[in-house]
């Protein structure tokens, strides 16, 4: 999670030593050129095997390569450290070629062992962000310093996807054998060892980060020297610094503020097409040993109840003030091919009444007049601990209204807002009875739908859910090499999820972000015109963007294509048939194929 993914007072904590004056930034040739990126959204950690938020994710995205990146125009895949892969007639071996030269920051050399050590790693070790990208028990051979072939037992178009798996050096990651990777934090004890065009080199938590570029980047050389990431404590303190021009960028912005922006003298907002969603997820109990869910969830009743009380619409008006949309099914309408909109008349709907039927039809009864229905199995009340993130826009306020609507029919709510990084503590141990995060994920859909797989179980998975029949059309839909076919079992997979409600899709928000127009210009929206301007499925951006005082041409536009319409498999389908290289598709979050 996902995820995704999934997004003031401490600014006057960061160094004053930061904060050069913006003339000073585009004077002398010579001068060091910083961006300073604002958000609310800390780092949880800067282990690569340990990240599950938007900040993690991002901070992954400039500092390390993958074999194929998503292109900014479609999210197709496209040349990285590999110029591309090439797949034999049964789709069972690909053959990827790397450029010539390839070098870690720290300047030792990057060859096709480091690409086939980071796979057999996660494998080895089960690492559940990335595990489910190599499906078929994959063997790699590297038979010289710049070949990969990847070998699969069965047809797949895992390679081609391409998989969201960020390469790490043999020579560091090689001495860790345990499997509790995730404990390992810190800059001072994971070096910023990157492929890059930036790596992590300071971090002061709750206050920034800091990323220096990368010398022995293979790639252009960007024109940004450091990028500085400041960490506010508020959301209005991140405007205000946005508009006196402390920082040059504002990621993750809330809709109220956001219209506040409109027409402001040198700032442009901007606002990307939905990717994720504000997820409502149940616990079955199996992510932790000391795991205690309320019982009553694992009643399909009781949570068809729990999504009928709750007013989707009232959530996109009132939280998202409009810039979302009510949500649905588990693959976002960003995945236009793949995504499944339930029809209006078989939605489960709004409706309160309904949802005390059900739950009185089923024995949940307020049988001592307190206003909580008690669980007719234990006699216990029906009381939900739910945390929420507040890292996370919306999800805060989403559980607000949440406790009303489930307070209206008899189930009391204890609303905890956590951070991310606590959020991930939840998580991980199963200390919660239903809890509100979001939801990203890739390009094609088989990432998403894996989360949801029993497998994830004690892995990726929000809590536990497990259905054979669910994971029966996941391992289905993967190993279809015709798209037309495939999206029938995928969109069958959605429905089945949307019908035994083991999460509830609350919301499809749109992701708002702004940026001072007097400091620097070239973004490049990703994927499309509509797409990111900050690192999330490449690092574009970072390459392009140059002090406004340096534009000596006209800044490439973007060619226009309507990048949201990811179909994944059929570019990479027909493009294989024709026997060429190319493999289409992919995107924030991350784990299977």
């Known amino acids: 999670m996902g995820r995704n993914l999934k997004r003031a007072a401490a600014a006057a904590l960061v160094s004053i030593a930061m904060a050069v004056p913006a003339a000073a930034q585009t004077s002398e040739p010579d001068q060091e050129i910083v961006l300073r990126v604002g958000t609310t959204s800390d780092l949880t950690t800067d282990n690569i095997w340990g990240i599950n938020a938007g900040s993690d994710w991002s901070l992954a995205t400039i500092q390390y390569d993958m074999l194929l990146k998503f292109s900014s125009e479609d999210a197709s895949a496209a040349p990285s450290l590999s110029t591309g892969c090439e797949p034999d007639a049964d789709f069972m071996t690909y053959t990827c070629k790397l450029r010539e030269g390839l070098t870690w920051s720290d300047g030792e050399p990057l060859t096709s062992r480091d690409i086939a050590f980071t796979y057999r790693f996660i494998i080895d070790h089960r690492i559940p962000q990335y595990r489910g990208y190599f499906p078929f028990d994959p063997v790699f051979e590297t038979p010289d310093d710049t070949t990969l072939i990847w070998k699969a037992s069965q047809p797949t178009f895992a390679p081609a996807m391409p998989p969201w798996v960020y390469i790490v050096p043999e020579h560091f990651w090689g001495q860790y054998n345990d499997d509790d990777l995730k404990t390992i934090k810190q800059v001072e ?9 930036f790596t992590i080199t300071e971090w002061e938590n ?3 980060f800091t990323m220096e570029r990368n010398p022995n980047y293979w790639g252009e050389e960007p024109v940004v020297d450091r990028i500085e990431f400041r960490i506010f404590s508020n959301q209005e303190a991140l405007i205000l610094a946005l508009k006196n ?14 219209d506040t922006l409109q027409g402001e003298e040198n700032i442009q907002a901007h606002r990307t097409v939905s990717d994720w969603w504000l997820n409502l997820a149940f616990n079955f109990g199996g992510q932790g040993k000391d795991a205690d869910p309320l019982p009553a969830l694992s009643d399909i009743t009781v949570r068809t109840a729990i999504a009928m009380a709750i007013d989707k619409e009232r959530i996109a008006e009132k939280v998202y003030l409009g810039t979302a949309a009510p949500g649905d099914t588990i693959i976002r309408p960003a995945s236009a091919y793949w995504h499944l909109d339930i029809p209006a008349e078989e939605e489960i709907p709004f409706d309160p009444e309904g949802a005390e039927a059900l739950l009185d039809g089923a024995g949940y009864i307020d049988t001592d007049g307190d206003g909580v229905r008690e669980d007719p ?6 009381h939900l601990d739910m945390p929420a993130s507040s890292d996370t826009e919306g999800a805060v306020d989403a559980g607000k209204l949440i406790v009303d609507f489930l307070g209206n029919v008899g189930i009391e709510v204890d609303l905890i ?20 995060w979001y939801w990203s994920g890739d390009p094609d859909p088989n990432y998403q739908l894996s989360v949801f797989t029993s497998d994830q179980c004690g892995g990726w998975s929000d ?12 391992e289905e839909q993967r190993g279809i090499m015709d798209p037309t076919e495939r999206l029938a079992v995928v969109q069958e997979a959605q429905r089945y999820v949307y019908e035994q409600v083991p999460m509830v899709v609350l919301a499809y928000p749109g992701w708002l972000q702004a940026y001072r127009t007097d400091r620097f210009e070239g973004w490049v929206p990703h994927p499309g015109p509509d797409g990111y301007l900050m690192p999330t499925y490449n690092y574009d951006s970072l390459l392009a963007i140059h002090p406004v005082s340096e534009a000596a041409g006209v800044t490439p536009e973007s060619p226009g294509v309507p990048g949201w319409i990811w179909i994944a498999a059929i ?3 027909a493009v294989i048939g024709g026997g060429a290289v190319a493999m289409r598709t992919r995107g924030e979050e991350r784990d299977e194929a």
Do not use: E, H, R
């Open 189 to 197: 004890t994971i070096p910023g060892i990157g492929s890059g065009p």
């Open 463 to 474: 809590g536990c859910w497990s259905d054979p029949a669910y994971d029966a059309m996941y």
């Open 206 to 208: 709750g206050q920034f």
């Open 417 to 436: 807002a956590a951070t991310d990084s606590l959020m991930g503590d939840y998580w991980g141990k199963g200390n919660f009875d239903a809890y509100i």
């Open 245 to 258: 021009g402390d920082v040059d960028f504002a990621d993750g912005l809330k809709a109220s503020l956001f």
């Open 571 to 573: 570019a990479a389908i």
């Open 377 to 382: 199995a234990t006699g216990d009340p029906m």
